[in-house]
């Protein structure tokens, strides 16, 4: 069974900083993709990342880049240069490329890491 | 712009009354999806459709049944709401199998009193 663990409930950072949330995995497969979304207050999820198990560079987007270290099957989120609109609620979450249909869609995510930006 | 909307933002229900609720995507995606979240457990799959008139459970399917009879509407049905139903439920779409992810809607807050 998949499982997704996010051991940081909350984390707390200063503006302009940078911040690592951590997520590690456990699947037996060898074909998945990792993924994360915030969570802003408003409640809507938005896609930020993602990263693919034969992928061999880390993925990156704008200030958001993935620390995928598939040994340790870590997939932590690294935000540089922290903004206070950066402020949410941040899950990872996998998902397992299998046939076409039946399930292959299906995420499963962690329980989410609470992140504040502080002025 | 990929849209998802959901019929409610705040929905309040009374224990046994029987719960429609509404999500439609307006890109013609192939899987539409329903998660219920609750603090501290993160999103939970309750039903999924990757066809019309096609379904499949999800991981806490108990308590709901789906509807999907055009492809742009994925109906979530509590038959008989009881106060353990009480959460934010997120509904989903994506192109297909292959596509990387998912969109939400604004997510429908349920309370059952």
């Known amino acids: 069974a998949q499982k997704i663990t996010q051991t940081q409930p909350g984390m707390f950072v200063q503006e302009k900083e940078a911040v690592t949330l951590d997520c590690t995995y456990d699947?037996?497969?060898?074909?998945?993709?990792l993924f994360w979304y915030k969570q802003p207050s408003s409640g809507e999820m938005i896609f930020l990342i993602y990263?693919?198990?034969?992928?061999?560079q880390n993925a990156t987007e704008g200030r958001y880049s993935l620390n995928f270290q598939k040994a340790r099957k870590s997939a932590n989120l690294v935000i540089s240069a922290s903004q206070l609109g950066d402020s949410a609620m941040y899950f990872c979450?996998?998902?397992?490329?299998?046939?076409?249909?039946?399930?292959?869609?299906?995420?499963?995510f962690g329980k989410g890491t609470k992140l504040t930006v502080n002025p | 712009d990929v849209k998802v909307t959901q019929s409610s933002r705040y929905l309040v229900k009374r224990t046994g009354e029987k719960v429609f609720l509404e999500c439609v995507q307006d890109?013609?995606?192939?899987?539409m999806f329903w998660y219920r979240q609750d603090p501290g457990l993160g999103l939970r799959l309750i039903y999924f459709?990757?066809?019309?008139?096609?379904?499949e459970k999800g991981d806490i399917p108990e308590g709901y049944s789906v509807s999907r009879e055009k492809k742009e509407r994925f109906s979530l049905i509590l038959e008989s709401a009881s106060t353990n139903q009480t959460s934010m439920y997120l509904c989903?779409?994506?192109?297909?199998?292959?596509?990387?992810?998912?969109?939400f809607g604004p997510g429908t807050r349920l309370t059952v009193t």
């Open positions: 459709s990757y066809d019309v008139k096609m379904k």
């Open positions: 890109m013609d995606h192939e899987n």
């Open positions: 699947t037996s497969d060898q074909s998945y993709g």
């Open positions: 979450a996998m998902r397992e490329v299998g046939p076409p249909q039946g399930g292959s869609e299906k995420l499963v």
């Open positions: 989903a779409s994506s192109w297909d199998s292959l596509s990387l992810e998912q969109y």
């Open positions: 990263q693919g198990s034969y992928d061999e």
